[in-house]
């Protein structure tokens, strides 16, 4: 069986509720709490892969406080959005449901269905 990792954020009521449904259905993932444990650049980059995004600007907050103060624009390259999420990991878009090297993001939460059914 495939492990499940969930980069969490316990206070957001959209992955407090994927971990609810993942949960109503025999999921139990590791639970990553990315704002205790921040990712490193590289763990960002591969995010962005198994996301497969087009750009890792799919993946940031823009709302967020940080984004301003880490310089980002919508024009940011990779590099510097990566570099951005891990210095200021609330910049995380989440939560992000990931099994071996696919993941989801659940927001809405329904999405991580898509990694529970084969």
Same mark, same amino acid.
């Given at each position: 069986?495939? &492990?499940?990792?969930?980069?969490? +954020?316990? #206070?957001?009521?959209?992955?407090?509720?994927?971990?609810?449904?993942?949960?109503? +259905?025999? @999921?139990?993932?590791?639970?990553?709490?990315?704002?205790?444990?921040?990712?490193?650049?590289?763990?960002?980059?591969?995010?962005?892969?198994?996301?497969?995004?087009?750009?890792?600007?799919?993946?940031?907050?823009?709302?967020?406080?940080?984004?301003? &103060?880490?310089?980002?624009? #919508?024009?940011?390259?990779?590099?510097?959005? @990566? +570099?951005? @999420?891990? #210095?200021?990991?609330?910049?995380?878009?989440?939560?992000?449901?990931?099994?071996?090297?696919?993941?989801? @993001?659940? #927001?809405?939460? &329904?999405?991580?269905?898509?990694?529970?059914?084969?």
């Amino acid at each position: 069986m495939a &492990e499940y990792t969930l980069y969490h +954020n316990p #206070r957001c009521s959209k992955s407090r509720q994927a971990l609810a449904l993942l949960e109503e +259905n025999g @999921i139990t993932p590791t639970i990553v709490k990315y704002l205790d444990t921040p990712p490193d650049a590289e763990t960002v980059r591969t995010l962005v892969k198994q996301l497969r995004l087009d750009r890792a600007h799919d993946l940031v907050r823009p709302k967020e406080a940080e984004y301003k &103060e880490a310089g980002l624009s #919508r024009d940011a390259d990779d590099d510097t959005v @990566i +570099n951005a @999420i891990a #210095r200021y990991p609330k910049l995380l878009e989440r939560p992000v449901l990931v099994k071996g090297d696919r993941a989801v @993001i659940g #927001r809405p939460p &329904e999405p991580v269905l898509e990694l529970v059914t084969p």
